[in-house]
């Protein structure tokens, strides 16, 4: 039973082993993995599967990177605590080993690793034209990338794996990489994208990863990393790529226009049918007992997770153009208002309940902007270049020119620059550990708590905060090891406080 259950927690589709391993004929049912990967149409169709689980992965994403930040809360519920010991822990700083979301999201990142190493080894095996190979390759190789990238910022030194394993007990092995050894596999995984990535394709593969995105994504691996030279250089080939900003910033966010002159790489969903391929953000976002008046239909109940703090209304500057179209600050049900805030970023009309039509941006250009201002400030301190890219973004907004800021100064402007610009598109929480120690980001988050408790953003119908919300520690810059996967696997050892 113990080897089953790492099977299934590690590496949930390592079933997709020949059956001849095991039996002598082969199920009828099931497509044998030696018999697939043999032609383009089959390996592109392994590729859609990779890019599928990218959904997977997005659908909470905002749980990891946004909600338990200074950017979001919760629609606090007396009646309704279901997520008391679930998602309500992120944004209390509650979240232990026993979390059900953390299990979830090492077992959801980790099933989609397999599935991308899985292919890239068929892909090597198969008699499809080199040319078609490589840009496959460099697909597989920047998921990949994205995907130990965010595991190591959520968890520091995980589990490093590269290839698929062919028993049970090769599971058993399995013991943490290093944090540097994981950003080392990140980097040349991103660098093999770059040189094998189109920097466009047809329109009918919109949506594919590019070298823009690559690069982008690369970028930000070297920002992260405090290798700001390195950063600059790479964001600056994004610059001649094409990529230019929307003249609303409405746009980037408008399922009308998907994939538009700003977008970088954003995470495909198709809503108004029954294919499966839908998202349901504003769902997920808006107040708890709006009915319908947030998403248009009564029938659904949504979740009132994401939103947004009394802290980050306050950040937006007067006459910001963004904030109206990111936010709004209540709802009207039955003729009376109700100031809960919500996320209206990803709010429009859809046809089907619960089925909406919304892409997730992952990198947009003004991100890309924002990193080389940054980047800039760093090494050189607040150079001409650096100010134009930071004021490219603000003009956008409708905001006056930032000018005659000195190195410290400009730092925190640009922070600011990206907290609003990207407000609730899962970049805060990253944002804040790289630009952070543990002891600093602990002394941050402690003091926007303070503020919190002191004046909610949501009324808590008189239920006093628990003793232990909102107190947060150095060791939980990093999120616990999942305690399942330590049950089944005694080499993998515990993160330092949990």
Same mark, same amino acid.
């Given at each position: ?63 990891? =990177? ?21 998602? +309500? ?11 059900? +979301? ?27 034209? +080199? ?134 790489? +954003? ?185 919190? =408790? ?22 939980? !810059? ?19 406080? !949990?």
């Amino acid at each position: 039973m113990k080897k089953i259950a790492i099977l299934a927690i590690l590496f949930s589709c390592l079933t997709q082993l020949s059956c001849k391993d095991f039996l002598v004929t082969t199920d009828p049912t099931r497509v044998e993995g030696g018999l697939f990967f043999k032609n383009q149409t089959q390996l592109q169709q392994a590729l859609n599967g990779v890019y599928g689980q990218l959904q997977t992965i997005t659908n909470t994403a905002y749980l990891f =990177k946004e909600f338990n930040s200074d950017n979001t809360t919760l629609d606090f519920n007396p009646l309704d605590r279901g997520g008391a010991a679930g998602w +309500e822990a992120f944004e209390f700083s509650t979240v232990n080993p026993g979390n059900g +979301e953390i299990s979830t999201l090492w077992n959801n990142y980790y099933s989609a690793i397999f599935n991308a190493n899985n292919t890239l080894e068929k892909l090597e095996a198969s008699p499809v034209d +080199e040319a078609d190979k490589k840009v496959i390759r460099g697909q597989l190789k920047f998921i990949r990338a994205f995907y130990y990238f965010d595991l190591a910022q959520y968890f520091g030194d995980i589990v490093l794996v590269t290839n698929t394993l062919k028993t049970p007990d090769e599971a058993f092995e399995l013991v943490k990489s290093p944090q540097a050894a994981v950003f080392t596999q990140v980097e040349a995984d991103l660098k093999d994208a770059v040189d094998a990535l189109p920097a466009t394709y047809p329109a009918a593969q919109a949506g594919r990863v590019t070298k823009g995105a690559a690069l982008s994504l690369l970028g930000k691996y070297y920002l992260t990393r405090k290798q700001y030279a390195e950063a600059v250089s790479t964001l600056k080939q994004v610059l001649p790529l094409g990529y230019s900003l929307n003249a609303n910033y409405a746009d980037n966010f408008d399922p009308q226009k998907k994939n538009g002159k700003e977008s970088v790489f +954003e995470i495909q969903y198709q809503g108004g049918n029954d294919l499966g391929e839908w998202s349901n953000f504003t769902y997920l976002f808006a107040p708890r007992l709006s009915k319908g008046a947030v998403t248009g239909y009564a029938n659904v109940n949504p979740s009132g997770r994401n939103i947004p703090t009394n802290d980050i209304i306050a950040a937006y500057e007067t006459g910001d153009l963004r904030k109206d179209l990111s936010l709004k600050p209540g709802y009207t049900l039955d003729g009376k208002f109700f100031p809960i805030p919500y996320v209206s970023k990803f709010n429009h009309p859809h046809t089907i309940s619960g089925r909406t039509n919304n892409n997730w941006p992952i990198l947009r250009y003004a991100d890309v902007l924002l990193m080389l201002a940054e980047a800039i400030n760093e090494q050189s301190g607040p150079t001409g270049e650096a100010f134009d890219y930071l004021n490219q973004v603000r003009a956008r907004a409708g905001l006056a020119p930032k000018t005659g800021l000195d190195k410290t100064a400009f730092r925190t402007a640009v922070l600011q620059e990206r907290r609003i610009e990207l407000a609730f598109e899962n970049h805060r929480w990253f944002d804040l550990k790289r630009t952070k120690t543990p002891a600093e980001l602990a002394q941050f988050m402690n003091a926007y708590a303070t503020k919190e =408790k002191q004046n909610p953003t949501v009324n808590r119908g008189g239920i006093a905060f628990n003793v232990l919300d909102y107190v947060y520690e150095d060791f939980e !810059y990093y999120f616990p090891i999942p305690a399942p996967q330590i049950l089944i696997n005694s080499k993998l050892t515990q993160n330092t406080g !949990y």
